[in-house]
């Protein structure tokens, strides 16, 4: 498992890059070579070469094993359970730990032997059935304990029977090995303070917990947890619940071990299930009654690194808390920056588990950007601590209740914290947009059905921008046509409903529905269920096609023209909420509930002045394709007064027209026709986005040594000059100035890299100028904004002067690892082919 790109969080779900097929874009830009040269004939052309991207998704991760399902005839109740990791500082490996759990069931059929999960332990001792509880001193005879590695299961046979209604203890003593890894029950080195060190935390979720002990590991069979940790004295030991108790033991060598003793857990699933036995320091504060600790290596702690992560975590709680009207029911949450964590973040309950770059920050590291990215990585596993631990989805079909809505929460969160955080604008750019992008290739929908999730069926993919960014785009919908009200009272009466318990989607549904009916001021077209389950249950999304002069609004399923045969198409509808726009004045909202309706109030008149906008701030997860008409009076519209259009309307507007050129519903002259006016398009989130749109990273190189470079060239510089200028003006001087601007920090250098590929002279000069300041005074350090553009670019426009000075900070013993990736980086940009093969 490794953490992936989304979101402001760069972590578990890919950033889309929007590519299409190679073949697909070369023919797309000789059109734009052919239009460009009836702009030529306009205009006067301006002046040419590359720009780092973000990464391409990484693939999946490896299945987690078996999700072969428990028989139904025990359901547990209360674990005690208890660890002994056998490590001891300094001591080398390998190591290995051991362990006993007593697991008090209740027999719902007779049966004449107990099934549960365990992977990879070994028994250690008897296994023993008490029991039937109501007598005392009574036993069932284990006959034999089985291990099906590949089922992931143990099955005790038994001599005797267990008996419906009644409760038992299985009784079972386990051994594991303790490696350094990422999932179960795992070792992890570091160093601190200068001293190499070792901690043991846990990684649970999906279905690791069988790794660590036997257990029934299945979302929905929760159950309470008396934990005990045995551990060597100098470490301690955290579990989801404060501890207790903490005394001696001796081991059959005589040598002392501290037992830590956790008070009982709530009703909770296995998978939440937590340990972290460490050497580390704490910061701590109390936020309405609950102890919230952050704990790290003992340096990151003495310098400050989690301070705010400490100052947030108390606030997005109370905000949680406050907004979901459910009150978070336990006494401690413990927060650990683990090095060499897996995942960005895991929340099990009450001890929340992160990566260390996902809840640090150097205090002098004011950007937003880093800021932006612990608050929303805490936010998420914050929801999380309402939406998984407190209510979690009875089966991973469901998965979306967990992740999708801790997503939503996750921006909410990060915005309460950050207020100056653009949320709409990050949300589309972040989550909607990518997903959109990949959706239309993914056969998959939101919700799964519960029988496909069996048997080989690997658990991991479901982790996927499907189960996040869909999931929190959809919910943005949800909440988007009910009013954030009733959504979050509906959340409330869910939350309340399931407490300590499991929900399906319908559950939802079901509490969305109870709080529509109780009200008259939000009308909906059809039942909730209907509605929704039109956008969880199918795949993709549909395209809205307008005929403005007839009013006539029709849906299809968007697909890839190009990848089928034109009459191939799907038979999908969705009921579609229309947020819509009028000559700038915002329209009632209204719904498409079939295939295809008219819409009289939609159509427009002959005046070149009279257009109309849908799906307006972002309201629906599908595309609209405008007719001609319509499209050339936005296109003037936005030449001649773009503010008329929001900001998000005009990244969708402009994103779903290359999209809808693409997949082959409309030619790129259209998409073009809509890139006109880029020269007053002052948002950098907006030209991020064309810029990937026309040159993808994947084809820079293509597209350096192709026809159509010149041309491209041509015609972005010149509409990319005004804002290049107005963000060249805060360099160097005034970057701290950019502190607050959230897509600077994001995506300036991104913008600046593709200025300098493309040849802009100023953008190459800028890039020598400060990469000889650099070389004058070492110290001098170029802002980190767009350190990585000018660096390559000094290099590049450079002799093999500028390529050594590099060569010789690379080696530089001062210089950290993220300034030799840079400078790595930067030395591959030679242009200089004797200096590349050095
Ligand atoms: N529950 C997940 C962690 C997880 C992911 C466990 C996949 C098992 C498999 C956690 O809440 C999460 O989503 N973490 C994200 C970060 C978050 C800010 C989106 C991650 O680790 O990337
Ligand atoms: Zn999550």
Redesign the pocket.
């Given at each position: 498992?490794g953490?992936?790109g989304?979101?402001l969080?760069v972590?578990?779900?890919a950033a889309a890059a929007g590519a299409a097929l190679l073949l697909a874009l070369l023919l797309a830009l000789l059109v734009l070579a052919a239009l460009y040269g009836r702009c030529r004939r306009e205009e006067a052309p301006p002046p040419s070469l590359r720009a780092p991207g973000p990464a391409a998704p990484p693939p999946p991760a490896a299945a987690a094993g078996s999700v072969r399902r428990l028989p139904r005839h025990l359901l547990p109740l209360h674990y005690d359970l208890e660890l002994w990791p056998r490590v001891r500082p300094g001591q080398a490996g390998p190591f290995a730990f051991s362990g006993q759990v007593n697991i008090t069931v209740r027999c719902l059929r007779d049966t004449g032997a107990a099934v549960l999960h365990s992977s990879g332990l070994r028994s250690h001792g008897a296994a023993a059935v008490r029991g039937p509880l109501s007598e005392p001193g009574a036993a069932v005879e284990v006959a034999e304990l089985r291990h099906d590695q590949e089922g992931e299961v143990a099955v005790l046979e038994l001599r005797g029977r267990l008996r419906a209604g009644h409760l038992y203890v299985l009784q079972l003593g386990f051994q594991g090995r303790l490696e350094e890894g990422l999932d179960g029950l795992f070792l992890s080195r570091y160093t601190d303070q200068g001293q190499s060190s070792m901690l043991i935390a846990s990684?649970m979720?999906?279905t690791y917990a069988r790794r660590v002990y036997p257990c029934f590991d299945e979302p929905a069979m929760k159950a309470t947890f008396n934990i005990r940790i045995i551990h060597n004295p100098s470490y301690v030991a955290l579990s989801n619940m404060p501890a207790i108790d903490v005394s001696e033991v001796k081991d059959e060598n005589g040598s002392l071990w501290t037992v830590t003793t956790f008070n009982t857990s709530l009703k909770m699933s296995t998978y939440l299930t937590a340990f972290v036995i460490c050497d580390f320091n704490y910061v701590t504060r109390t936020e309405r009654g609950n102890e919230i600790r952050i704990w790290a290596r003992k340096e990151a702690i003495k310098n400050g690194y989690v301070d705010y992560a400490l100052n947030i975590t108390g606030s997005i709680f109370a905000f949680l808390e406050d907004i979901l009207n459910v009150s978070y029911p336990l006494p401690k949450t413990d927060l650990v920056a683990v090095p060499g964590f897996g995942?960005?973040?895991?929340?099990n309950w009450g001890l929340i588990i992160f990566q260390e770059a996902?809840l640090m920050n150097l205090p002098s590291e004011e950007f937003t950007i880093r800021k932006a990215m612990i608050a929303?990585?805490v936010s998420?596993?914050l929801g999380?601590q309402w939406f998984?631990n407190l209510v979690t989805m009875n089966w991973w079909n469901d998965l979306w209740l967990?992740?999708g809505l801790?997503?939503y929460f996750?921006y909410l969160g990060a915005t309460f914290v950050e207020p100056k955080l653009p949320l709409d604008k990050i949300f589309y750019a972040h989550i909607v947009q990518p997903v959109l992008r990949e959706d239309s290739e993914i056969a998959r929908s939101l919700s799964e059905s519960e029988d496909k999730i069996n048997g080989s069926f690997s658990l991991?993919s479901l982790?996927d921008n499907i189960t996040?960014s869909k999931g929190a785009s959809i919910t943005w919908m949800l909440s988007g046509f009910l009013t954030e009200k009733l959504f979050l009272k509906a959340l409330t009466s869910y939350l309340k409903e399931f407490s300590f318990s499991n929900a399906n989607q319908d559950d939802l549904w079901t509490h969305i529905q109870m709080v529509v009916d109780a009200q008259d001021e939000v009308q909906l077209p059809a039942p909730i269920k209907q509605i929704m389950d039109s956008w969880t249950c199918q795949n993709g999304f549909p395209v809205l096609t307008l005929n403005l002069t007839t009013g006539t609004v029709r849906q299809e399923q968007f697909f890839n023209k190009n990848n089928r045969k034109s009459t191939d198409s799907y038979n999908n509808t969705w009921i579609i909420p229309i947020s819509w726009m009028r000559n700038g004045s915002s329209q009632p909202l209204t719904w498409l509930d079939k295939s295809s309706k008219m819409f009289p109030e939609m159509q427009v008149s002959e005046s070149e002045y009279d257009w109309i906008l849908l799906n307006v701030n972002l309201s629906g997860y599908y595309r609209v394709n405008y007719d001609q008409i319509n499209l050339k009076r936005l296109a003037r519209l936005l030449e001649n007064d773009p503010k008329a259009i929001p900001a998000v309307s005009r990244f969708q507007l402009i994103d779903d027209v290359f999209a809808l050129t693409d997949f082959g519903y409309v030619p790129i002259e259209t998409a073009l026709e809509l890139t006109k006016y880029l020269a007053r398009e002052d948002e950098l989130f907006i030209w991020n986005m064309v810029l990937l749109n026309l040159i993808p990273d994947n084809l820079e190189s293509t597209l350096k040594n192709h026809e159509v470079y010149p041309l491209l060239k041509k015609y972005l510089l010149k509409r990319m000059l005004p804002i290049y200028h107005y963000y060249a003006g805060f360099i160097p001087q005034n970057v701290d100035a950019l502190e607050d601007d959230y897509f600077a920090q994001a995506y300036l250098e991104k913008f600046m890299a593709t200025a300098c590929w493309l040849g802009l002279q100023d953008c190459l000069d800028l890039s020598s100028e400060l990469f000889a300041k650099w070389r004058e005074n070492p110290e001098y350090k170029i802002p980190l904004l767009i350190r990585r553009t000018v660096y390559c670019y000094g290099v590049a426009v450079g002799s093999d002067k500028e390529w050594n000075f590099a060569w010789e900070m690379y080696n530089h013993t001062d210089s950290d690892e993220e300034d030799e990736d840079i400078l790595l980086y930067a030395m591959s940009c030679a242009k200089e082919s004797w200096l590349l093969h050095r």
């Open positions: 498992m953490p992936r989304r979101g969080y972590g578990r779900r990684q979720e999906p995942a960005g973040g895991m929340e996902a929303s990585v998420h596993e999380h998984g967990n992740e801790a997503s996750e991991m982790f996040y």
